[in-house]
C-alpha cells in the first residue's frame, strides 16, 4: 500500500494510492477520531498491534473514497512530527570512496531537525550562509512501532514502510566542525515522500534501484544493494542506543555521484531554478525545486 499526507482547501487528509489515482481518507474514517495524517494512524494502530488489520480494511474501503484530482491538492512531508529524523553517512562503497573517506564498523550517524522536513514539489529555499549546496538521493526507513534493543533478524518487523527522501547538504557548513549538524539541519533540507510505501509492498529493501537527476541529467545512479550497512542492520544498531518509536525516520545514506566528491573544477553546486528529482524503485519520485532564499521584510 502507498499513503501519502496531503492538505485540500488548507486541511491535512491521509491518502491512498488507488490503482492510478490517489484517494482521500476521511477524517472521521471508522469513527476512531481525527485522522488527518500517517502519523495519527500509527499512534492508535502500531504495526503488530492494530496496524495490520486496519490498513486490511483500509484497502478495502478505498475503493469507496473520493478521488483527490491533481491541482487540487498540495503534498505533506511523509512524516511531519518524528521525534527523531536519523541519518546514516558513507554508508555506500563507492560514495565513500568519492569523499576520500574510510569505511567505519558501525554506521554513522547523525540527525537532522524537524525543520528540515519538506514535501514533495516544495520549493526549497537556498539559504544565504551556504555557496556550496549538494543533493543526496536516500532511501528512508519509517519506524511501525516502539523498537528498542532488537536483533537485525527481528528489525524488519518493525518497519512500517519505505519512503524517498534527499538529504540536502550545505558542504560549506557540514565540514566547518567536526559535527554535520549544522550543515543538514536547515530549513527545508530533509525532503521525503509523496509516497509511503508499507514494507510488505516494497519486499526485499536491499534490491531497490535509486536514482537522482538534476534539470533531467542522471547524476547518482545505484541499487540499495549496494549499502554497506543493510536497513535491518541499521535499525537494529539505533535501537541499541535510543528507543526508536513510531513515525520516527532514518535516511540510509547516499551512493555515489554527489556534487562534493567530484574534482573541483567540475562542482557546480545547486543554483535557483535546479529540479531536483530522486526516485526510488517501488516508491515513486520525490521532486524539488530549488530557490533564491527571500530576505525577511
Known amino acids: 500500500m502507498k499513503l501519502a ?21 476521511p477524517r472521521d474514517y471508522e469513527g476512531a477520531g481525527r485522522v488527518a495524517s500517517l502519523e495519527d494512524v500509527l499512534h492508535s494502530h502500531p504495526v503488530g498491534s492494530g496496524w495490520e488489520a ?29 521525534q527523531k ?8 562503497g563507492a560514495h565513500v570512496a568519492e569523499t576520500k573517506s574510510h569505511i567505519s564498523e558501525q554506521p554513522v550517524l547523525f540527525s537532522k531537525f524537524a525543520n528540515a522536513l519538506a514535501a514533495a514539489e516544495q520549493d526549497i529555499p537556498i539559504p544565504t550562509t551556504t555557496e556550496r549546496l549538494d543533493y543526496e538521493a536516500e532511501l528512508v526507513i519509517v519506524m511501525g512501532r516502539r523498537c528498542h534493543q532488537v536483533s537485525v533478524s527481528d528489525a524488519p518487523s518493525y518497519v512500517l514502510g519505505y519512503t524517498t ?7 560549506d557548513l557540514q565540514h566547518r566542525s567536526g559535527q554535520w549538524l549544522i ?21 526485499d529493501p ?15 545512479e ?11 542492520e541499521i535499525v537494529a544498531y539505533c535501537s541499541t542506543l535510543f528507543t526508536l518509536l513510531p513515525g520516527d525516520i532514518i535516511f540510509t545514506g547516499t551512493p555515489n555521484g554527489v556534487i562534493g566528491g567530484m574534482p573541483p573544477e567540475e562542482q557546480r553546486w545547486l543554483a535557483p531554478g535546479d529540479q531536483v528529482a530522486v526516485t526510488i524503485e517501488k516508491l515513486g519520485t520525490l521532486a524539488n525545486r530549488f530557490v533564491a532564499s527571500v530576505s525577511p521584510a
Not at 480494511?57 to 512524516?79: C, E, H, I
Not at 529524523?85 to 555506500?92: E, S
Not at 545505484?222 to 554497506?228: E, G, H, K, Y
Open 54 to 82: 486496519f490498513s486490511t480494511r483500509l484497502a478495502q474501503d478505498a475503493r469507496g473514497f473520493s478521488v483527490a484530482s491533481p491541482g487540487t491538492f498540495a503534498w505533506r512531508p511523509m512524516v511531519e512530527r518524528p
Open 5 to 25: 499526507n496531503i492538505v485540500v482547501n488548507g486541511e491535512p487528509a491521509l491518502a491512498v494510492q488507488r490503482g492510478a489515482d490517489l484517494v482521500r481518507v
Open 183 to 203: 550543515g543538514k539541519s536547515l530549513d527545508g533540507f530533509g525532503p521525503v515522500g509523496p509516497f509511503c510505501t508499507t514494507a510488505d509492498e516494497v519486499g
Open 222 to 232: 545505484a541499487n540499495t544493494s549496494d549499502m554497506i550497512f543493510s536497513c535491518a
Open 206 to 220: 536491499q534490491r531497490l534501484r535509486i536514482a537522482l537527476t538534476r534539470n533531467g541529467e542522471t547524476c547518482q
Open 165 to 171: 527522501g534527499n538529504d540536502v547538504s550545505a558542504r
Open 85 to 92: 529524523i536519523i541519518c546514516v553517512g558513507l554508508n555506500y
